[in-house]
């Protein structure tokens, strides 16, 4: 079985070798996932791409847009280099590969976790960008963020973060570092909220979308760095909300604390399912 020397970089391994073609989209080529992926021999790892492009068409996608023939050219010593048939393999394509490649391969593993997740975001990307209101993207985050603070809870306990006040501490340190210092209690007063409404429900999307990425990268941070502990887990969690406020001031963003609080999203929520059950009415 195939052993990592350092499983906590797994992303980065399957960064290193992404690729970018003359119209700037990412690909990957499969020589270099088999290499990663540990087959001695690309003929080995032409059968995982055939069942991968039957996955892709069983799947109801193109094969084509994901899967495309093409040629690489490889160093065979002294400067000189040939041509050799490979495949361009879109994000989606990788992920089917590492889901029908050697389950016994514990690269194969974290592969398939890197890539399932990198899928998703770009179908979350996808699915935002759809979206053309501002209640419609709100009602979009908030759902997403409901989804993955069960997710953040769920790295959190493995970290060892058990108890609810000790919970509350945790993601009071996402809050601290997100917006400058300020804690819950803190952003309550600053948006002229009531300590019974939830700071999530009177975000706009902006303020959203900054609070799913600490969520989202918090999460990722605590599982592959296999942090354990509770002070060690608060610690990151400060950071990464350090670093996507960095972020936000890089770009020329509004800080978070100066967003303004807007409509409980739960009313929208709400006046939505009232429109719903007219139109059922009527129909």
């Not at 797994?10 to 088999?34: C, M, P, T």
């Not at 790892?45 to 799947?59: D, E, Y």
């Not at 979350?124 to 603070?149: P, Q």
């Not at 972020?247 to 409509?263: N, S, Y």
């Amino acid at each position: 079985m195939t052993k990592l020397t350092n499983p906590p970089e797994h992303k980065s391994v399957f960064e290193s070798i992404k690729r970018l073609n003359k119209n700037g989209q990412e690909y990957w080529s499969a020589r270099d996932i088999s290499n990663i992926l540990g087959y001695s021999e690309y003929r080995h790892f032409i059968p995982v791409i055939a069942k991968a492009k039957t996955a892709c068409r069983n799947s109801g996608y193109s094969v084509e847009d994901h899967f495309e023939d093409i040629l690489d050219m490889v160093s065979i010593g002294s400067g000189a280099k040939r041509p050799v048939d490979t495949v361009s393999l879109s994000r989606y394509a990788c992920y089917l590969i590492v889901q029908n490649a050697d389950p016994l391969k514990e690269i194969v593993a974290l592969g398939q976790t890197y890539f399932a997740a990198q899928t998703r975001r770009q179908e979350l990307a996808d699915s935002f960008d759809k979206l053309k209101s501002e209640e419609k993207k709100r009602v979009f985050l908030r759902g997403e963020m409901k989804t993955h603070n069960k997710h953040l809870a769920s790295a959190a306990r493995e970290a060892g973060v058990i108890k609810p006040l000790d919970y509350a501490i945790f993601q009071d340190h996402g809050y601290h570092g997100l917006y400058g210092g300020l804690g819950q209690t803190d952003i309550h007063q600053r948006k002229g909220l009531k300590p019974s409404q939830k700071i999530l429900d009177h975000m706009g999307s902006t303020e959203l979308a900054a609070n799913l990425f600490r969520a989202t990268q918090t999460e990722d941070k605590l599982r592959r760095e296999n942090i354990k502990g509770k002070d060690k887990a608060n610690q990151a969690h400060l950071e990464v909300g350090k670093k996507v406020r960095q972020t936000i001031r890089e770009l020329g963003g509004t800080m978070p604390e100066d967003l303004p609080a807007v409509k409980s999203i739960k009313k929208i929520e709400s006046q939505n399912k009232k429109k719903q059950l007219r139109s059922t009415k009527t129909e």
